[in-house]
T-cell receptor
Framework: QKEVEQNSGPLSVPEGAIASLNCTYS??????FFWYRQYSGKSPELIMF????GDKEDGRFTAQLNKASQYVSLLIRDSQPSDSATYLC????????????FGPGTRLSVLP | NAGVTQTPKFRILKIGQSMTLQCTQD?????MYWYRQDPGMGLKLIYY???????DKGEVPNGYNVSRSTTEDFPLRLELAAPSQTSVYFC?????????????????????FGPGTRLLVL
């Protein structure tokens, strides 16, 4: 069973702080990693994807990947109340087709 | 582009009834997926399709069937609805391969989700 794990939270941070979201995965053959944001009652929307070890920055968001440790994280700088949502980590696992495994999500609350 | 559309938005079924959840995408994506999301949980893959005429089971396929006769449409069929199928169902699509794709190369493998169908089985 290929698994993706996340802390369910809630993770509470004050406005302006850095929020750090973590994700671990079990399939060493995984090559593609995605972070989706999901507001309550809405569908997931892509924030970032990362393929290579190291950091990838996009505005206030930074994704970090460490394949040796099977760990991927998302940092949100200058957190805003509008960032309050559930963040889903998704991993494209090896094998035929495009099979994605999602983690349970971490609920983030940014306090004004 | 409308993206991924799903109908209906909400439905109540009685135990044993059947229904079809509709999903259509207009982005010429070759891959399509059906997920279910239970409260406070992540997405579980039900079925996916890599192209018209080709479908495969995901993690939780029991009680569901799919078909893919066109690139655009990927309906999900529930036969003999059970309370355990109460959930929110999301359809998604993505592109894999060479050629033109909406959004450019960085769009490869990104899944675009529909608005979801909330299903209650009583």
């Amino acid at each position: 069973q290929k698994e993706v794990e996340q802390n369910s939270g809630p993770l509470s941070v004050p406005e302006g702080a850095i929020a750090s979201l973590n994700c671990t995965y079990s399939d060493r053959g995984s090559q593609s990693f995605f972070w989706y944001r999901q507001y309550s009652g809405k569908s997931p929307e892509l924030i970032m994807f990362i393929y290579s070890n190291g950091d990838k920055e996009d505005g206030r968001f930074t994704a970090q990947l460490n394949k040796a440790s099977q760990y991927v994280s998302l940092l949100i700088r200058d957190s805003q109340p509008s960032d309050s949502a559930t963040y889903l980590c998704a991993v494209k696992v090896g094998g035929y087709g495009q099979n994605f495994v999602f983690g349970p999500g971490t609920r983030l609350s940014v306090l004004p | 582009n409308a993206g991924v559309t799903q109908t209906p938005k909400f439905r109540i079924l009685k135990i044993g009834q059947s229904m079809t959840l509709q999903c259509t995408q207009d982005m010429n994506h070759n891959y399509m997926y059906w997920y279910r999301q239970d409260p406070g949980m992540g997405l579980k893959l039900i079925y996916y399709s890599v192209g018209a005429g080709i479908t495969d089971k995901g993690e939780v396929p029991n009680g569901y069937n799919v078909s893919r006769s066109t690139t655009e449409d990927f309906p999900l069929r529930l036969e003999l609805a059970a309370p355990s199928q109460t959930s929110v169902y999301f359809c998604a699509s993505s592109y894999s391969g060479s050629g033109t794709v909406a959004g450019g190369p960085s769009d490869l493998e990104t899944q675009y989700f529909g608005p979801g169908t909330r299903l209650l089985v009583l």
